[in-house]
């Protein structure tokens, strides 16, 4: 400790010493402290130097004060000196310097009233913080009530929220926040608008319990706990309302400058108006219990208005209008009682005047008689044993009797109230939990303290006992919970106090006991407390110079009570003869209702009390007894203690939570603090007692990875281990050596008070001197550079000089290289020659010789060469003649041999051919073979016989066929006689190619002559040209100044033209954006109440009672025909019978809004289609701006075609004649296209097409020329005429300079370009048609070879095959011509169908509706006879046609199939995206084509509702809704594709075309199908926002991507998420994986691109919005680290666009406000400049937003700065001037208007293939 006290009592350390205006006052060591010394040398912060001395005894040391980088922290246990300065000081500059209201203090929310509307209450500071954890979020009166609804549903148990404070401390004010969030977070679990109910008790608990007051022009003057009652499914279900102590003292009288019960200021107020007038009211100070005060008037307070919400309140709660005008009634009465004069009639009695004005509204108002009245207020009744007794009363005593009947009266009236209030907050739903709302009075301590502040006071010290053990018990739990040794905490325990007021013979006890007493008094009951408590109780004390008074020490301050009047207010006496008159009252039920027991109460709606599903608690004194002698015997301090026991008992029973609420000033004035004022009250709320069990123990507390990550600074790296317990363990050792400072738990270090700032300043020493040692080493680092910056200056001079003389070392060394190669090359040149010489020679010499020895060798081998053949021939010769002698020799041998073997063989067959046997065989082998020629010749006649009878048949029918054969042949030579006509046609042809000829040998003329006179021209402009070089450059200057003098207009003119369109298009594009916007705002609020209406019908409707669907009716009444609306009201009056046991008013309520909600979305929708169509004017009226504007340009050009065009409209001309005679010849001719003629004639006519279009070309641009010559001539002479100069040559050299007419030529050659890229295309389309013709010629040539085969094949068949072929065929092409002629007959047909249904279209515009329902009736399919067809001709098969056919009773099972149970993710894998639309769309087009009206409509209902119900059964899921976002899209772009429209049809192929509806217009069914598609868009985006909604804030917030960057800053008892990752958190690549899933998703299933631009626009908004808006809410991320942090997060989200290709669907501009604020906490805030640069960055931020983040900006380190007060003024000053919102969030609920750009589809209908897997087998293509 003393190393401690060593280390921080230095030199500049600031401490905090006492100080009489401030409380605390901050000074800084001058001097170190050394143990021993009895004075501190501080200076003040005004730089006045101070000696503080140390108290002798006990030598404390001043306070310290906390790091700086601590000031201002979100819970006060976060700081590291735990102590009164430094909790005032976080406070002060909380609410000062932030403007920030709520801090946490442990478990207390601490909330200072700012007097000023602050806007962080509405809907958008709730829906931030609904289901954040309460730490992660800045304080606010909404983390606290969220954490209790989190704590009740996770916890199974009931829950408290205790506000407490003095008057105008804003108690009031924050319970109602509280009860708001409840009602805005749950919901109600019926339509019965129980949390409107809820709120609506407020104004009037708030109009007859609260008042004016010096403090609080709004105090509460009683204390209210209201049961807010949940279901099961934490739904509100109802609310019960408990009340403390009802001031009733101020009905009768008010101090100086306070008020009565607003009630009676407000019905003063009124007093106008007609109902009020039998109530006799007039001004408020006309009243005596409203004048006394001389306060009526609250400024900005209009209480007739006020009196207009307090009963509407009232209707809202049930109490209807007579009830009302009761109560009224009675506060009138009470008012004019106040009146009634009553005066002394002698000195024991009194009595009031006849005919008392006041008096005489009093009795007629009640009900009761004059006389009775008068009687009793001057009279008493005594009764003893025997007898009774009439006693008068004196004045005083009467009118005390008279006020103390004004009270009771009001009394009983208030707990009217309360109970019928409670009656209508009941419902009979089942209570399954509830959360408590205790808004009650805090310590109050006055100059004179009476009974009110005794029991008020008595309450505050049983609530704050039950505080303290409450605190006490979460630290003995967080410390067990960690495992750390429990040492016993002292705390003040003020169960004295409490027995002292409570206990028997205590203060209560005591006035209870005197008020039995017949003549007890004040007096003597305070000698009874003198004489019991002053000596055996130190908290009680008897005031020195008073016997009426005594003083008791509270646990906040010491409080002296007067005795006057506690007897007779605790006794609460009334008169009960004038209870009796009261309850006699024959006129007035409500008054006798008010006097009656709670049982026999009626309700003012009408309902049984006590229909409740729970046990309520009594909220009314004790009315057990029955006679109303008996009803006031209990005492008010009786009932008041146990009505506090009750509570204490319900508070135990639950969960609590704490908010304190303190006033900072007396004044009123709006954020003006006072430290006495605020001292007091924190020490009398029990905060600085919280502090103080907190620093009695281990207030700070870390966990490992948070120190770890913040202290690692410290660690040697030999001290980091792999176990960070382990480390932080040995690091903390090393650093504090007292082992008392700190203690390690399970998951967390706790520490010391003190120990944090001891550590954090270690850190500082650290991070000093690594700067110290930065700078050095940077230092260093400039020095050794410019160091070696100067040396190698140096070296480089030195390098120039030694590179200069190595230059002139090698140039001489060059030099006298070269000198001695020249020397070499010169000896070597004559060397070389000289041998040369002597080469030659040798050479010579060698080649004479060999030449010589050559030819002799040549001449002995051509001897011996010739010897050689004459040996070959000769001995050839020889060789042949041996050769032949041999061969003749051996032939004679062979010969005679074989003529030797012949003889031999020759006897042999001699001698057996005289043998008998050989002669017998021969014989017997003749005679088979006889008989087998007999049997052939046998089977050869019948053969013969059979022919002959086929021949006499051939002969017969070979007669026949000759004959028609015969007729044939002549048919054929009618054909012959034709093809010779058409060779006559193509002798013309060739006659006609001759002409051509001549006519092209003409063009060449021409086109020589034209050459000729264009070269003469071109002289002449040569020659022109150079007279006008002269005199150009004067017209020079004068035309450059022209010209940028033109350009400059038309700049000018441009841009303002552009600017205006602009700027309109833009505010058409915004207001078109704001009706798409209310439009489907509006949608979305009538399908809200269709959702509300079918559960509203599901809930009261009876098991197996039959209920229409309230989407069919809707979509029925509003986009159907007058039968269907007639049906949707009988649905309606069903619905209406259904719903008799409902509330009568809130249905009709409904059923006005549908209607009205109906009207206005259609006239939204006639409002959006104007809209839209004064866009398109626009747009149009700019295009034809545009038009006209590049008009003129156009106008040069069309001249230039216009001869081009006539010409080459000739040219066609004459190639369709020369086409149609060709075809006509080709026709006509079987034989002719394959004839050489034929081939030689289209040969001659293609080359002349080609000759013919190159000498068109070429003549083509001789014209252009021509004419864009002679247009320059007409130019000039009007240059003349204008100019008015004789010399015409000085006339054209005005006209244009060399530029120019080099211009002009450039033109013209670029004209020319265009032309002749004309005629190529052109040329091209030639080409091709002449293809095409090439084409129907040989498929005429194949037909005719194909006629000419069956021609043959049927001249060999037999006569009756013949025949039947030739039918055959004959049959085949008639119905094939058929088949063509009905096909264009169909087209026809659709043709009259298109232009009928437009003419419907067109009809309806005009406003005939009655003709054209009339021809609507009348179906245009029947209107068009029907197609004749054959019967009994075989036709050929027709192609698919792309239409589905069903049956009507199969269309539930196609519903079924196809939308209900059809699973997503399986049709998006393996099947075409969007086949589910397009099988819709086929069965919708064959009921069109079938002309069923019925069909189309049921099938179309039944699918819109359908898809409803998916939805609504699956809405929360991504696959399915995206899966039919995609294709309600599709089977929107099919309706528009194929209806038939030109807009629509632009895309299509032919066969699509064919393919569009005929017969019905289905414009408005595309209309209810886009807003089908707006709601499943908007599901989409629901269900993406509470996907990404919990990896938002951790992802882009919390986690650190850049590890390192942010600084861990000291958290308190409610900790916030930490920055580090954990398992299960969530990071930036978590919703980078997310974004990646959601647009696979959408890809998957088929979603257009544009759709998915619009998809991602809105997801990365919601990023954006939820991340600025926790920012906003958030100080703890208010620094630069998190700047860097954020700006990289929205770097990779702008990658990932970048990877999608997504970066221009405006995505990244709606993170602009992001960015910029990530930007404003990294940017300079000091000077002027610097607030300059903010106001100019920050344009997508207001205002409230940049000032919020600047006031939250906090210091991770101490080298950061704050932001001063001044800057922050200096910003608002300059953004005063700014036209926008004052909301502080951005809307995350907000989503940008969706528009269904129209995407046709090139997938054919008739190539869609229905997969098995659909199960709709029932389907039929058609």
């Known amino acids: 400790m003393n190393r401690e006290l060593a280390y921080m009592f230095v030199d500049c350390a600031r401490v905090w010493i006492p100080d009489v205006e401030d409380v605390w006052k901050s000074a800084e060591l001058s001097k170190d402290y050394k143990n021993g010394d009895a004075s501190l040398q501080l200076m003040l912060e005004d730089g006045t130097n101070l000696e503080h001395k140390l108290d002798p005894k006990t030598k404390n040391l001043p306070y310290l004060r906390n790091p700086d980088i601590l000031v201002g922290e979100n819970d006060l246990t976060a700081l590291s000196y735990l102590h009164e300065p430094a909790v005032l000081h976080n406070l002060k500059v909380r609410f000062i310097d932030s403007k920030l209201i709520y801090t946490y203090c442990g478990i207390v929310l601490v909330a200072i009233n700012p007097y000023e509307t602050l806007p962080i209450y509405g809907t958008d500071i709730i829906n931030a913080y609904s289901g954040q954890n309460m730490g992660d979020m800045d304080p606010h009166i909404f983390a606290v009530a969220e954490e209790a609804y989190k704590q009740m549903a996770r916890d199974e148990r009931n829950q408290s929220i205790i506000v407490s404070g003095e008057s105008g401390a804003g108690k009031t004010v924050s319970a109602k926040y509280a009860m708001r969030y409840f009602a805005t977070v749950s919901g109600s679990a019926s339509e019965a608008n129980v949390e409107e109910k809820v709120l609506a008790s407020n104004p009037i608990m708030e109009a007859i319990g609260n008042a004016k ?141 006849t005919n008392n004005h006041h008096l005489t509204k009093f009795c007629e108002l009640v009900g009761v008689t004059y006389e009775d009245m008068a009687q009793w207020l001057c009279h008493r009744k005594l009764k003893t044993a025997s007898e009774t007794y009439i006693k008068t009363l004196p004045r005083l005593q009467a009118t005390n009797a008279r006020d103390a009947l004004s009270k009771h009266i009001y009394a009983k009236l208030f707990n009217w109230i309360v109970e019928h209030v409670n009656k209508a907050l009941i419902t009979n739903i089942k209570q399954h939990s509830f959360i408590g709302v205790l808004d009650i009075y805090g310590f109050e301590t006055f100059e004179i303290n009476s009974f009110e502040q005794f029991c008020i006071n008595y309450a505050n010290e049983k609530l704050q006992q039950q505080f303290n053990m409450h605190v006490f018990k979460l630290e003995q739990e967080e410390y067990m919970k960690e495992q750390i040794p429990w040492t016993l905490i002292d705390f003040y325990d003020n169960q004295p106090c409490i027995n002292l007021i409570e206990a028997k013979m205590g203060v209560l006890d005591l006035l209870d006991e005197e008020c039995r007493m017949p003549k007890g008094s004040d007096d003597s009951w305070a000698q009874k407390l003198y004489n019991t408590h002053l000596k055996t109780c130190s908290l009680f004390e008897k005031p020195r110079m008073s016997n009426r008074a005594f003083i008791i020490q509270h646990f906040a301050d010491k409080v002296e009570y007067q005795c006057d009047g506690f007897l007779e207010k605790n006794k609460d006496t009334v008169n009960e003869e004038q209870i009796k008159v009261l309850k006699a009252s024959k006129k007035f039920d409500l008054l006798v209702e008010l006097f009656q027991d709670e049982g026999k109460a009626t309700t003012p709606t009408g309902q049984p009390p006590g229909m409740g599903g729970r046990t309520r608690l009594s909220v009314k004194p004790d009315k057990s007894r029955d006679t109303s002698s008996k009803e006031h015997k209990k005492t008010v301090g009786c009932q008041f203690r146990n009505s506090l026991q009750m509570l204490m008992e319900t508070l135990n029973a639950t969960t609590p939570h704490y908010v304190r609420c303190i006033k900072p000033n007396d004044f009123k004035q709006a954020f003006s603090f006072d430290p006495k004022r605020a001292v007091q009250q924190l020490r009398a709320c029990g905060v600085l007692e919280t502090i103080r069990i907190s620093a009695a123990g281990f207030p700070s507390r870390w966990t490992y990875q948070e120190f770890f990550s913040r202290y690692r600074v410290l660690m040697k790296q030999k001290d980091v281990l792999s176990d960070k317990k382990l480390t932080c363990r040995n690091v903390l050792e090393k650093l504090v050596e007292d082992q008392d400072k700190y203690q390690f738990g399970k998951t967390k270090i706790f520490f010391r008070a003190g120990q944090v700032a001891y550590l954090e300043k270690l850190r500082a020493d650290k991070l000093r001197a690594a700067c110290i040692r930065i700078q050095k080493t940077i230092r260093c680092w400039l020095a050794r550079k410019k160091y070696l910056r100067k040396r190698d200056a140096a070296i480089t001079i030195q390098r120039f000089t030694r590179g200069y003389q190595a230059r002139c070392l090698a140039k001489f060394m060059r030099r006298t290289q070269a000198a001695t190669i020249i020397q070499k090359y010169q000896k070597m040149y004559v060397a070389r020659k000289r041998y040369r010489q002597k080469q030659a020679a040798a050479l010579a010499i060698q080649t004479i010789l060999r030449s010589y020895m050559a030819r002799q060798k040549y001449q002995a081998l051509l001897r011996e060469h010739k010897a050689v053949i004459i040996q070959k021939h000769a001995r050839g010769w020889l060789a042949r003649c041996w050769y032949k002698r041999c061969l003749s020799s051996i032939v004679y041998l062979q010969c005679c041999t074989r003529r030797m073997i012949a003889r031999r063989e020759l006897k042999k067959l001699k001698i057996e051919a005289r043998s008998v046997e050989h002669f017998k065989k021969l014989n017997k082998g003749m005679e088979n073979k006889i008989m087998q020629l007999q049997r052939k010749i046998d089977e050869q006649t019948k053969e013969n016989k059979s022919v002959n009878e086929k021949l006499t048949g051939l002969e017969n029918t070979y007669t026949t066929e000759s004959e028609r054969l015969r007729g044939e042949l002549g048919r054929l030579r009618g054909v012959e006689e034709e093809a010779k006509s058409k060779g006559n046609q193509v002798k013309c042809l060739l006659e006609e190619l001759e002409k051509l000829k001549k006519e ?433 001709i075989p036709r050929r098969e027709k192609d698919f046609q792309g239409m589905l056919e069903y049956k009507k009773e199969d269309e539930m099972k196609l519903v079924k199939n196809l939308i209900l149970e059809l699973k997503p993710r399986g049709v998006a894998v393996n099947l075409i995206p969007g086949l589910p639309a397009y099988i819709l769309f086929m069965c919708v087009r064959h009921a069109d084509y079938l002309n069923d009206d019925q069909k189309v409509r049921t099938l179309l209902t039944s699918t819109i509702n359908s898809i409803k119900k998916i939805l609504k059964k699956r809405g929360d899921d991504f696959e399915t809704v995206s899966f039919w976002l995609a294709n309600t899209c599709r089977f929107l772009h099919c309706l528009k594709q194929y209806s038939g429209d030109d807009v629509f049809m632009k895309h299509n192929t032919s066969r699509q075309n064919e393919h569009c509806l005929s017969n019905f217009d289905l414009t408005e069914y595309r209309s209810v199908i886009s807003d089908l598609a707006i709601q499943i868009y908007q599901q989409l985006i629901k269900c993406m926002e509470n996907t990404l909604q919990p990896m938002i804030v951790s992802g882009m917030l919390e986690h650190e991507t850049i590890q390192g960057v942010s600084g861990v800053k000291p958290t308190g008892l409610r900790k916030r998420t930490s920055s580090i990752a954990d398992e299960g958190t969530y990071t930036l690549d978590s919703i980078l994986r997310q974004l990646n899933a959601f647009h696979s998703t959408m890809c998957q299933h088929g979603t257009d691109p544009e759709l998915i631009k619009q998809v991602v626009k809105q997801q990365f908004y919601v ?117 926008e919102s004052p909301q502080l969030l951005m809307d995350t609920k907000m989503i940008y208007p969706i528009t269904f750009p129209f995407n046709p589809s090139s997938l054919a209908l008739e190539s869609i293939q229905i997969p098995s897997s659909l199960n709709l087998s029932f389907l039929t293509r058609v």
């Open 213 to 353: 007051t010096t403090r609080n022009d709004n105090s509460s003057r009683f204390g209210k706990y209201i049961e807010i009652g949940f279901d099961n499914r934490y739904r509100i279900i109802g609310a019960n309302m408990r009340t403390y102590l009802l001031e009733k003292s101020r009905v009768v009288f008010q101090a100086d400058e306070e008020r009565n019960y607003h009630i009676f200021y407000q019905l003063c107020a009124s007093s106008h108006l007609p109902e009020f007038k039998n109530l006799k009211l007039s001004n408020a100070n006309d009243f005596l219990y409203t004048r006394q005060g001389c306060s009526p008037v609250i400024d900005g307070v209009d209480d007739s208005k006020e009196l207009g919400t307090t009963r509407h309140a009232f209707s809202l709660l049930g109490i209807n209008e007579s009830y009302q005008m009761g109560l009224f009634q009675v506060l009138a009465a009470i008012l004019h009682l106040g009146n009634v004069q009553i005066k002394d009639k002698d000195s024991d009695s009194s009595i009031i005047p």
């Open 1000 to 1432: 092209l040998r003409t063009t060449k003329q021409e086109k020589k002559t034209i050459e000729d006179w264009s070269q003469s021209y071109k002289g002449e402009m040569e020659k022109l040209v150079s007279e006008l070089k002269d005199q150009n450059g004067l017209l020079k200057t004068e035309k450059d100044d022209l010209n940028r003098l033109i350009q400059e207009q038309n700049q000018q003119m441009t841009e303002k033209m552009a600017r205006a369109i602009a700027a309109e298009t833009q505010q058409l594009e915004t207001d078109l954006n704001e009706e798409r916007s209310r439009y489907q705002n509006l949608l979305t609020e009538h399908l809200r109440l269709e959702e509300k209406f079918d559960d509203l019908k599901e809930h009261i409707s009876k098991p197996g009672h039959r209920r229409t669907d309230s989407t069919h009716s809707s979509n029925e009444s509003e986009y159907t025909f007058n039968s269907e609306f007639a049906e949707s009201e009988d649905a309606s009056h069903a619905a209406e019978d259904l719903t008799r046991g409902m509330d009568t008013s809130l249905t009709l309520k409904l059923q006005k809004r549908l209607k009205e909600l109906e009207q206005e979305k259609q006239s939204l929708r006639n409002e959006l289609e104007n809209k839209e169509e004064q866009f398109q004017r626009a747009r149009a009226r700019d295009e034809s701006e545009f038009k006209k504007a590049r008009g003129a340009e156009l106008e040069y050009e069309s001249l230039k075609r216009q001869e081009l065009e006539s010409e080459n409209k000739k040219l066609k001309h004459n190639l369709a004649d020369m086409r149609k005679s060709l075809l006509g010849s080709a026709a006509s001719s079987a034989g002719a296209p394959g004839s050489p003629a034929y081939k030689v004639l289209l040969d001659q006519l293609n080359s002349s097409c080609e000759e013919l279009e190159v000498r068109k070309e070429e003549v083509l641009i001789l014209r252009s020329q021509l004419v864009s010559q002679k247009e320059a001539m007409q130019h000039k002479d009007e240059k003349e005429t204008m100019t008015e100069v004789a010399v015409h040559v000085e006339d054209v050299s005005k006209l244009k300079d060399a530029d120019e007419l080099k211009q002009a030529y450039i033109g013209l050659k670029d004209t020319n370009r265009l032309l002749e890229h004309q005629l190529q295309t052109q040329r091209r389309s030639y080409d091709s048609e002449v293809e095409s013709l090439r084409g129907e010629l040989q498929n005429v040539k194949e037909e005719n070879n194909r006629q000419q085969q069956l021609l043959a094949q049927n001249l060999q068949l037999p006569p009756e095959a013949r025949i039947e072929a030739s039918l055959q065929h004959e049959i085949t092409r008639l119905t094939n011509e058929n088949l063509d002629l009905m096909e264009q007959l169909e087209k026809q047909d659709r043709t009259i169908r298109k232009l009928k249904k437009q003419l419907k279209v067109y009809s309806k515009r005009i406003g005939e509706m009655g003709a054209g329902q009339a021809e609507g009736q009348t179906s245009p399919g029947q209107m068009v006879d029907e197609p004749i067809r054959p019967v009994n």
């Open 1663 to 1779: 990023i954006g919005a939820v991340t600025l808006n926790n920012l906003l809410l958030r100080k703890d991320m208010c620094s630069w680290s998190k700047g860097m942090q954020i700006r990289y997060n929205v770097s990779q989200l702008e990658e990932w666009l970048r990877d999608k290709n997504l970066m221009n669907c405006g995505a990244k501009e709606t993170l602009e406000p992001l960015i910029q604020a990530a930007q404003l906490l990294q940017v300079k805030k000091k000077t002027d400049e610097d607030a300059k640069a903010i106001c100019s960055m920050c344009l997508a931020l207001t205002t409230a937003q940049i000032v919020k983040v600047l006031n939250l900006y906090t210091p991770v380190n101490e080298f950061e700065e704050r932001v001063s007060v001044s800057f922050i003024r200096n910003i608002q000053t300059r953004l005063r001037d700014r036209c």
